[in-house]
């Protein structure tokens, strides 16, 4: 079998240190069109008839349209009129006249460099002059810093220049800052800070954050010789002779004596260690915590630990004692939770503030407020769990395995052997014992009702808490809609539990009013479906089938052999079913009209429009709701319609029919499939071959749900390319489907595995991007690896359900 089948079931069934970048010097060309906004104000470039450009803020015109082009530059203009270049302010004022050849403006110091006639000046966003227009080229400049660079053609060196005087330094790699500078002379490292020497050239490596420039910077070092970064500088962090020093801007923190040091610039914090002994600074606060503790652990946010002798402690951030450094451990809980305090391996409960709320006396203690219980804690006790409030006062006792939350109620589970399980509303009171053996909610959507089962039957506890049908209920689901699909209502939906009794009655019970809307006097309630804002039921009823509303009215008593809801569009005011009565078969509507006479062997409807195929004399028929035949056929059998299309078989032959009774002139050799219409007669089937002592009920299921010529037709249709298919071997995949189910059912069906994997799981089936396939809420490998390849992912095709086991790669 080729490998490529596994493509077509996932593509045709869709199954499921900052260095900022240098411009050049000239002004670009394009006009800023994307204005700034300032206070309200919004600023723009505009064109009059003669193509000059002017710039206005909101309606006011600012700079009359006399010039070529202007351009937004950081916080100026740069104006272009015949060629020369100048600089204005937002507000128009004339800052450099326009003489110039050319201007740029840095990106990270805001520093204006301009050239005339060959010579460059520098001047800041306030038009005031760092450097004069008399140098060869000014590659930097800095009003903050009040550095500037100038390269030295003849040296290949760049000069360096503090305020407007050269300095004797020049240096091949510089590295800048918003207010600082610092490089190497002579092999050691110096600083500068807004002009002004703070460090000798004495240091073998100065740092923003204790690491080593990084190699992102070698580029940019090898051609430019410098590297320049929009970034303010506090923290430096010096070494010499492998220590290390920490300085807060000119002020020593820390002397170079340290093993180790590091700034975390988000959390602004500086991290040191000398020996094994730990310290820190905290630059927001500007306190110092000297390098004398086993350990500091910083959270980022509000709290320190530190450790000492083996002690750990709390403190703020402007190191104010939460809790003092005498306990084994502490523990952050959550936002504003509070601390869980731990000495002689037993644990406390501390607030924020360092108040002890619960004594250090339990084996573990966890934070279990809900949105309608506060301050209440899970605590453990020699191997037992409980619940306690913030005074210590008992809520659950302390005696259960387990204890969870869903929905706000509080889930307890005995210890084994007995595992039982309890239930307790959200203020702590108990609502079941635990006694039961599983208790769960129902599978809607946010559904308040809980179901509780011990010796096989269900108790229900609705959305007040109430205990309602006490061990009476053997069996619950869901309805089968029109599609026969079976799905778990969303919380909008009509949320209809078909319930079972003890009495063998079935009745619905509505989740969403915690009423029993229709009582226990049903043998069955099958399939539901919308009709004019009502919910319709199909009901049985002494082996007769019926018709109700979500009121308990009878719309079509319990008088028929069968009867179906299939094909029935939502809302429709108006409903034809197909019925059967005295072993013939006729169309009756919801007042139980009969719109076809009953006398034929067999009717079912093929699509949502009334289209049905009708049996008589053992061949069926092609008809519409008044029975006017469409197709006489005859036909063997006649397949669900698929958009404006079915399939029809007649001895072996199929052709391709549309609406209205036309062939459309597609055929070919092929048999209807023979399958289940509804995943849960597939497992029943499969639980009975696997039960069976014969193995001829396990080939049939392995030949049922096995991919035929049919369905494949369908499943080729949605390819666009068809080829892949056209190599399955049928008959190969049946069989080896067949031998595989052997497998399983002498190998561990009947010896170790656990059969309520299969039987006791509620299969649901979704409709999704043009595919019905299964889920289930639980135990979704099926409890085994070949039953979940087996059934999980199944698919429905064209009414009838196949496993997608052969589509797997190492099928």
């Keep these: 079998m080729k490998k490529s089948i596994v493509f077509f079931f996932f593509i045709a069934f869709n199954l499921y240190a900052q260095v900022p970048h240098r411009p050049t010097m000239e002004v670009a060309d394009e006009i800023g069109v994307k204005a700034p906004r300032e206070s309200g104000n919004r600023y723009s470039i505009f064109r009059d008839k003669e193509n000059k450009v002017g710039y206005k803020r909101n309606d006011t015109v600012i700079i009359k349209p006399i010039y070529d082009e202007i351009d937004f530059r950081q916080s100026?203009?740069?104006?272009?009129?015949?060629?020369?270049?100048?600089?204005?302010?937002?507000?128009?004022?004339?800052?450099?006249?326009?003489?110039?050849?050319?201007?740029?403006?840095?990106?990270?110091?805001?520093?204006?460099?301009?050239?005339?006639?060959?010579?460059?000046?520098?001047f800041d966003d306030k038009g005031n002059s760092i450097l004069p227009i008399k140098y060869p080229k000014i590659v930097y400049s800095n009003p903050v810093s009040n550095v500037s660079l100038v390269k030295n053609e003849k040296e290949n060196t760049l000069d360096i220049y503090l305020f407007d005087k050269k300095t004797k330094y020049t240096s091949n790699a510089i590295f800048l800052f918003t207010n600082a500078m610092f490089f190497s002379h002579e092999g050691k490292y110096g600083l500068f800070i807004d002009g002004k020497q703070t460090l000798d050239f004495e240091y073998d490596a100065i740092s923003i954050d204790g690491k080593p420039i990084g190699s992102s910077y070698t580029h940019l070092i090898n051609k430019n010789k410098f590297v320049s970064q929009k970034k303010y500088l506090n923290i430096y962090i010096v070494e010499k002779d492998k220590k290390f020093g920490v300085n807060f801007q000119e002020k020593v923190i820390f002397p170079v004596e340290l093993d180790k040091a590091s700034y975390d610039n988000i959390r602004q914090i500086v991290q040191v260690e000398k020996g094994k002994l730990k310290g820190a600074y905290l630059v927001n606060s500007k306190k110092i915590i000297e390098p004398k503790y086993q350990n500091i652990y910083l959270d980022g946010t509000q709290y320190i630990e530190l450790k000492e002798n083996n002690k750990v402690g709390m403190f703020t951030y402007a190191l104010d004692t939460v809790i003092p450094i005498a306990y084994d451990d502490i523990q952050i809980q959550g936002f504003n939770s509070g601390f869980k305090v731990m000495n002689n391996n037993k644990k406390?409960?501390?607030?924020?503030?360092?108040?002890?709320?619960i004594p250090i006396i339990y084996d573990d203690i966890e934070d279990f407020s809900l949105s309608n219980l506060k301050d209440v804690f899970s605590v453990k006790q020699d191997g037992k769990y409980g619940l306690i409030n913030k005074k210590n006062e008992v809520l659950i006792p302390v005696q259960y395995e387990h204890i969870f939350d869903k929905s706000d109620l509080l889930f307890v589970v005995t210890p084994e052997p007995e595992r039982k399980f309890g239930l307790y509303n959200s203020y702590g009171k108990e609502?079941?014992?635990?006694?039961?053996?599983?208790?769960?909610?129902?599978?809607?959507?946010?559904?308040?009702?809980?179901?509780?089962?011990?010796?096989?039957?269900?108790?229900?506890?609705?959305?007040?808490?109430?205990?309602?049908?006490?061990?009476?209920?053997?069996?619950?689901?869901?309805?089968?809609?029109?599609?026969?699909?079976?799905?778990?209502?969303s919380i909008h939906d009509n949320a209809y539990l078909r319930l079972k009794n003890i009495k063998n009655r079935v009745g619905l019970f509505n989740e969403?009013?915690?009423?029993?809307?229709?009582?226990?006097?049903?043998?069955?309630?099958?399939?539901?479906?919308?009709?004019?804002?009502?919910?319709l039921f199909l009901t049985l009823k002494k082996g007769k089938y019926g018709i109700i509303d979500n009121k308990n009215t009878v719309l079509i008593p319990n008088s028929y052999d069968n009867l179906d809801l299939t094909f029935q569009n939502y809302n429709e005011e108006y409903k034809?079913?197909?019925?059967?009565?005295?072993?013939?078969?006729?169309?009756?509507?919801?007042?139980?009209?009969?719109?076809?006479?009953?006398?034929?062997?067999h009717i079912a409807k093929l699509s949502y429009d009334n289209l049905f195929k009708a049996k008589k004399d053992g061949k069926y028929s092609l008809i519409d709701e008044k029975g006017t035949i469409l197709n006489a056929g005859p036909f063997d059998d006649i397949a669900n319609f698929e958009e404006d299309e079915t399939l029809t078989f007649y001895k072996g032959d199929m052709k391709v029919m549309n609406k209205k009774g036309i062939f459309t002139g597609l055929q070919g050799k092929m048999d209807i499939h023979e399958g289940y219409a509804t995943f849960d007669i597939l497992k029943e089937e499969l639980i009975k071959a696997l039960d069976s002592k014969e193995?001829?009920?396990?080939?049939?299921?392995?030949?049922?749900?096995?991919?035929?010529?049919?369905l494949l037709f369908y499943i080729n249709k949605s390819?666009?390319?068809?080829?892949?298919?056209?190599?399955?071997?049928?008959?190969?995949?049946?069989?080896?489907?067949?031998?595989?189910?052997?497998e399983f059912k002498y190998q561990k069906w009947n010896n170790y595995y656990k059969k309520s994997s299969l039987t006791k799981v509620v299969d649901y089936t979704i409709y999704s991007s043009g595919i019905v396939t299964n889920r289930r809420a639980t135990d979704w490998a099926f409890g085994d690896s070949f039953l979940e390849k087996l059934l999980r992912n199944s698919l429905k095709v064209n009414g009838y359900w196949i496993s997608t086991y052969f589509m797997y790669s190492r099928f």
């Design 76 to 122: 100026v203009l740069v104006l272009r009129k015949d060629k020369k270049r100048g600089v204005a302010n937002r507000n128009g004022e004339i800052l450099i006249p326009i003489t110039l050849d050319s201007v740029y403006v840095d990106y990270n110091t805001d520093a204006i460099i301009v050239c005339d006639k060959g010579k460059y000046g520098s």
């Design 348 to 357: 406390g409960w501390f607030s924020r503030k360092g108040e002890e709320i």
């Design 431 to 489: 609502i079941l014992p635990a006694v039961y053996d599983f208790i769960t909610d129902t599978d809607i959507q946010k559904s308040k009702t809980i179901l509780a089962v011990r010796n096989g039957k269900y108790t229900l506890v609705d959305e007040k808490l109430k205990i309602i049908f006490p061990d009476e209920i053997i069996e619950h689901s869901y309805l089968l809609d029109t599609n026969l699909l079976k799905t778990p209502p």
């Design 512 to 535: 969403h009013t915690g009423k029993l809307e229709i009582p226990f006097e049903y043998d069955d309630i099958i399939q539901e479906c919308i009709m004019d804002g009502k919910t």
């Design 576 to 601: 034809i079913f197909p019925a059967q009565k005295k072993g013939k078969y006729g169309l009756i509507d919801n007042h139980n009209k009969v719109i076809l006479p009953f006398q034929y062997e």
């Design 695 to 710: 193995d001829d009920l396990l080939k049939t299921f392995a030949n049922n749900i096995a991919p035929s010529k049919h």
């Design 719 to 742: 390819r666009p390319d068809k080829n892949d298919l056209l190599y399955l071997n049928i008959e190969d995949i049946k069989e080896k489907y067949f031998q595989n189910l052997l």
